[in-house]
């Protein structure tokens, strides 16, 4: 067996976590034939609950799992760390505007980033999950000034995962004849997942499917409210599914997209498709030997445009109200 990775993940006692590391300890994210090493970071208060969940790790015998380090300080936890998945976050509370989230989360956020760019590997590469998970990212990633931009991302694999599904439903297709979906812009409810790049079966999905009242008024609110319906039917948040994603992104980025497929991940913008520079924004991306690049060419038509505009002008000004804070 070669040496191990070393895996950091946040906010370890909470629900996704509690999917989320067994998974990562049985090999779904690097294989068989790679060892892994946790290194999980919660708050104080919940450490002697990870305790409990590290007790579970250990009595999974797991043959990948090379070794758990628990801790509430992120320059130990994070040290020589290759993957940073940042799941924990500060949620919303009754009452609480949107500026006072985001100055919550900054004051997780903006410690992390520094911490990572202090202590972390040479080829780091972060995922948050814990939202508003495309500022969270933003946040990080300023704080860490020598780490590159490019291995900072932010989760909307859950909503491209949720917009093959539900497009596989109404199709008939199996999930597997998807390919080519995106997921645009904020991880919120203004996201877009674009049917007119998104083929089924070699078909643009848009064509296949005709019906522009079904694609705004049914497919498009399904997959961005698609949190809420799961909260309704199971009392509970769609831990397993954000986890499992959680996975999904990182394998990507560490073995890469096929030949014939994209994968939707939120990335620093370069002003492709007209996304200001420097916000965290969903794109189309492929990914070689660990590195994403944005599927560029791609024409836009004036309904995707105008859904892709609103979506990133919430990222601007989530950006603006974090820039006010002092955050970045
Ligand atoms: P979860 O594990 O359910 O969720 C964690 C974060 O992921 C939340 O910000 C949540 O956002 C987000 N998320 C993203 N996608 C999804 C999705 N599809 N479904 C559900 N959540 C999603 O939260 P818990 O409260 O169970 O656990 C959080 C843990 O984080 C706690 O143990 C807490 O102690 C810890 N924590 C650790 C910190 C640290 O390590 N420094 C800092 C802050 C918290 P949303 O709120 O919008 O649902």
């Known amino acids: 067996m070669s040496t191990p990775v070393k895996v950091a993940v946040t906010g370890a006692a909470g629900q996704i976590g509690y999917s989320l590391l067994f998974r990562i300890a049985s090999g779904s994210l690097f294989g068989p034939d790679t060892p892994v090493e946790l290194r999980l970071l919660e708050i104080t208060p919940a450490l002697k609950a990870l305790e409990g969940v590290v007790m579970e790790l250990d009595d999974c015998a797991f043959p990948t799992l090379a070794g758990v380090q628990i801790g509430d300080d992120p320059a130990k936890v994070f040290d020589g760390v290759n993957f940073a998945l940042l799941v924990g976050a500060r949620p919303r509370g009754p009452g609480m505007e949107r500026g006072d989230l985001l100055e919550a989360n900054g004051g997780i956020f903006a410690p992390q980033g520094k911490a990572l760019n202090d202590v972390a590997a040479d080829d780091i590469r972060v995922v948050v999950t814990g939202n508003p998970a495309n500022t969270n990212a933003l946040i990080a990633q300023s704080n860490a000034p020598d780490i590159p931009a490019s291995r900072f991302s932010a989760l909307t694999r859950l909503d491209h995962n949720r917009a093959i599904s539900q497009l596989a439903a109404k199709t008939g297709a199996p999930v597997t004849d998807i390919k080519k979906m995106t997921i645009w812009g904020n991880h919120s409810a203004t996201q877009y997942p674009d049917l007119f790049h998104a083929e089924v079966g070699g078909q643009i999905a848009a064509d296949l499917i005709n019906d522009q009242d079904w694609l705004e008024n049914t497919y498009i609110p399904t997959v961005a409210k698609r949190g809420a319906a799961i909260i309704d039917a199971r009392g509970a948040s769609s831990a397993a599914s954000a986890a499992s994603a959680t996975v999904d ?68 000004e989530e950006r603006d109200a974090v820039k006010g804070l002092g955050l970045i």
Do not use: C
Request: proline share 3%; glycine share 10%.
């Open 249 to 316: 992104h990182a394998r990507t980025w560490a073995q890469g997209t096929p030949d014939d497929d994209w994968v939707s991940m939120a990335v620093k913008s370069d002003g492709s498709y007209g996304v200001a520079e420097g916000l965290i924004s969903s794109f189309p991306v492929t990914v070689k030997d660990g590195e994403w690049e944005i599927v560029q060419g791609l024409e836009i038509n004036e309904f995707s445009r105008g859904k892709i505009d609103a979506s990133v002008a919430e990222l601007a």
